[in-house]
């Protein structure tokens, strides 16, 4: 009987440790905090201002947390900015909706994501001098029947988009007649959507026409800042960089150092930018790059983003599973303690009950999205804890999984018969013997096909920490995709390696199950020799 | 069936409500050292309740149950050390499923007895000889016979040396075919000066095993004497009515 569980456990830790060591230069990199770092939030995701790249060419900076690198506009702004600080930049990628999180909880000290100073922006956080003007754009395609438009009223029946949570998403407005769609969550997702054709144009800074152009000339940009009637605050018009309301010291000196740099020097690192983003390989390289299966080609760029993707949903899933196992089954104990017979120890499991009840209920009935996004700026914000965001996401994923386990924990305790709870008290065990030797292995095997589910659940769900940009599987994917574009082979490969993933998980299972389940004939011959001890044999004659 | 006159448990007006329902209502008997006893009665009675109360399975709601002349149901006694004294065997066997046949006659010996995994095996396998099973120590229970169940279950019971053993209907749930192998380990055990408290259906070997019997039926005890006294003359006529119904048997 023990070796089956030894067996099971040695398992367990092997794949633990196979997890673990995958990520492990990544946390030790987590762990050294340098207060002398200028942490700048940003998408990396936003070409040209800023996007992730996997060396550092061209002067890239590091990720923070990841092994990959940051570069672009906002990246060469920042650069300036370290420089003349002292301070050495290091880049927290971050979604689009958790930028200005990341800023007032203290993750990071400046945003530079190409983000405008609009007013309710300004309530939240302070906004340095302009360190670019832009002017707007529709996007379209080439042979679009929208292409030729002269006046706003042109784009009348367009469905026209914009990135969620942008001012450019209100600026639609202003084009009377056109069809405003839902709000996008990048540009490479309303990139996509024009090719596809889902879209008409998108509503976007003339950057984002330019490097668009370098990718696909079948494109054109029409702009519309000039159009009569078309308003744009000045402060809509313009990237600023955000910095938190009390830092004022940090917000003087950037402006300061921001007044040094000149116009054609912004405009001559923009081109740069431009010139440097990450290209689709068909586009620049021509012949060569076509000679290659596009698989290969994106599996000797992103290979290792890949491979550490997989190494970090695995560590999440199963840290999440056994940790949130454990809690599961101290919940799932302490929630079938027979009711005591004294009054007060009777009170104080029903108040326990409660809390654990309270528990189960909010962590079951909330998505871990949104608990994840609770929990990790929440925590920064109020109590000005900055925990890194591993953990953060191997907290959320444990305390999730344990609400799920324990309510399977205790369905496995209660469905094991009432005769082993007699018969182990019959032998005058204690509540705990009873418990440990009897009733919980019993309950636990019963429950493995449950935990197996919660384990595979938990590879696919760990997807949704990319909400705090855990660089899990799909976030990697979503990385990749937004920069090659090629969105149907990325998302297929990653499905692919999910599937190899739960699949494998799945086999592996259902044999430690068969192990335990043993064979249903007792081989009387076969079994023989296996009896006890020398000792024990001499009993026997 | 060596009997001393040392009274060994005794029940002292014990009843017993479930809910509304009162299925024990005044039941008071002794136990003497050695002695084999049996208690017959229509279902539904209050035969394994009567049973159950003595090693504390079910809490009697009033009354007292001494054990050497100690109230067991008294707030600071051990009822664990008392309830390792009084050994049980269940209807369904009630083996642990998740250990095997060895395991199974050393769990409590080692956890409630404290004794050393050697002096446990070396028991256990003793006991497994006893009643024929020590072919099968490396065996899951859902791997064997009820009837081997059963067996197993009383090497489990007498593993951990008990004072009494109880015997809540062994053979009830087995097969006919298997009521036999049980029926006879358990004569073997009468015959070790062990006492025993048995509830049965199984009217012969009550008659032949037992020193005395007692007839339980809507929670009293209607009748009780030697097995000549019940059988052959019965002064209640519910154990008169009881009885004809085995007059073929």
């Known amino acids: 009987m023990k070796s089956r569980y030894k067996w099971l456990a040695i398992l367990v830790a092997l794949f633990t440790c196979l997890s673990i060591a995958t990520n492990f230069s990544l946390t030790e990199a987590d762990a050294k905090k340098d207060d002398g770092t200028l942490k700048v939030a940003m998408e990396a995701n936003y070409q040209p201002y800023n996007w992730t790249q996997t060396n550092n060419a061209n002067g890239a900076v ?41 800023l007032t909880s203290g993750k990071a000290d400046l945003i530079i994501a190409g983000m405008s100073p609009t007013a309710e922006r300004e309530k939240a956080i302070n906004f340095s001098q302009p360190y670019r003007n832009s002017t707007f754009v529709v996007i379209t395609k080439l042979n679009s029947r929208y292409a030729n438009a002269k006046k706003l009223t042109d784009f009348k029946g367009a469905k026209l988009t914009a990135q969620q949570g942008t001012f450019h998403y209100d600026l639609i407005k202003q084009l009377k007649g056109a069809k405003r769609q839902p709000a996008m969550r990048d540009f490479a997702a309303m990139r996509q959507s024009l090719i596809s054709g889902t879209i008409d144009g998108y509503v976007a800074e003339d950057t984002e026409s330019t490097s668009f152009k370098m990718v696909d000339p079948d494109i054109k940009s029409i702009p519309v800042s000039k159009m009569a009637g078309f308003h744009a605050t000045k402060d809509e018009s313009v990237t600023a ?27 001559k690192l923009m081109t740069e930018a431009v010139k440097q983003q990450p290209k689709t390989d068909n586009n ?86 949104v608990q994840a996004a609770v929990i990790y700026y929440g925590i ?73 589910n919660e384990f595979i659940v938990n590879i696919k769900d760990t997807s949704v920490l990319s909400i705090i940009s855990v660089s ?25 390696i999910y599937l190899a993933l739960t699949f494998t998980i799945t086999r592996i299972f259902n044999l430690i199950e068969k192990h335990l389940q043993g064979s249903k004939n007792y081989n009387l011959m076969a079994n023989q020799v296996q009896v006890g001890t020398p000792k024990d044999m001499e009993a026997n004659n | 069936m060596t009997e001393s006159n040392e009274t060994i448990l005794s029940l002292k007006n014990i009843k017993k409500t479930f809910g509304e329902h009162q299925v024990l209502k005044d039941i008071s008997f002794d136990i003497n050292k050695g002695e084999i006893a049996t208690i017959i009665g229509p279902s539904g009675g209050g035969k394994s309740t009567t049973l159950r109360c003595i090693n504390l399975l079910e809490e009697p709601t009033a009354g007292e149950v001494d054990f050497h002349g100690k109230n067991v149901l008294a707030p600071n006694y051990n009822r664990n050390i008392y309830r390792a004294k009084v050994g049980m065997v269940f209807q369904q066997f009630d083996l642990f499923e998740n250990k ?3 395991a199974n006659c050393m769990v409590g010996q080692e956890l409630v007895l404290k004794r050393s995994k050697d002096e446990a095996r070396k028991i256990a396998m003793t006991n497994l000889k006893k009643v024929g099973m020590e072919q099968y ?38 097969d006919p075919e298997m009521v036999g192998e049980v029926l006879s380990v358990m004569k073997n055990l009468a015959t070790t000066g062990l006492t025993m408290i048995i509830v049965t259906h199984e009217m012969a070997f009550a008659k032949e095993i037992s020193d005395q ?3 339980i039926s809507d929670g009293v005890i209607t009748e009780q004497g030697t097995p000549d006294q019940l059988f052959n003359h019965p002064q209640n006529e519910k154990t008169v009515k009881f009885l004809s119904n085995f007059q073929n048997n």
């Open chain 1, 284 to 369: 620049k390289k021509g012949k060569k790059a076509k000679s290659e299966p596009w698989l290969v080609s994106m599996w000797r760029q992103y290979g290792g983003m890949i491979l550490n993707g997989i190494g970090m949903t695995l560590l999440l899933a199963s840290v999440g599973t056994i940790v949130g196992f454990f809690i599961g089954l101290a919940v799932g104990i302490v929630r079938t303690i027979p009711t005591p017979t004294t009054t007060g120890k009777r009170w104080l499991l029903k108040f326990v009950n409660w809390l654990l009840s309270v528990y189960i209920e909010v962590f079951r009935g909330t998505p871990m999205m």
């Open chain 2, 100 to 102: 095997n046949v060895l």
């Open chain 1, 380 to 452: 920064a914000q109020f109590w000005h804890l900055n925990i890194d965001r591993t953990v953060a996401a191997l907290i959320i994923v444990s305390i999730n999984t344990g609400a799920y386990l324990a309510e399977i924990i205790r369905g496995g305790i209660i469905s094991t018969p009432e005769g082993q709870f007699e018969a182990a008290s019959a032998l005058g065990m204690t509540h705990n013997q009873r418990m440990w030797h009897i009733i919980l292995p019993q309950a636990i095997k019963n429950c493995l096909p449950s935990i197996t």
């Open chain 2, 137 to 174: 120590v490396n065996a899951r229970p859902s791997q064997l016979s009820g009837g081997q169940q059963q067996r197993v279950a009383i090497a489990r019971a007498i593993s951990m040396d008990p004072e009494i053993l109880l015997f809540d209907e062994p053979t009830s749930a087995l």
């Open chain 1, 241 to 267: 960089i955000g910095i938190a309301k009390p830092n004022k010291a940090l917000l003087k000196s950037v402006n300061q150092i921001l007044a040094t740099i000149p116009e054609a020097k912004r405009t």
């Open chain 2, 213 to 215: 019997m007692f007839f």
């Open chain 1, 62 to 102: 590091p990720i923070e947390g990841s092994k990959e690198f940051a570069n672009g506009y906002d990246v060469k702004i920042a650069k300036i900015i370290g420089q003349k600080l002292h301070r050495k930049v290091e880049v927290v990628k971050t979604e689009w909706d958790g930028l200005l999180p990341a």
């Open chain 1, 472 to 496: 899990e599987l799909f976030f990697v994917g979503s990385t990749i995709a937004s920069q090659t574009f090629k969105f149907f082979p990325t998302y297929l490969t990653i499905s692919a």
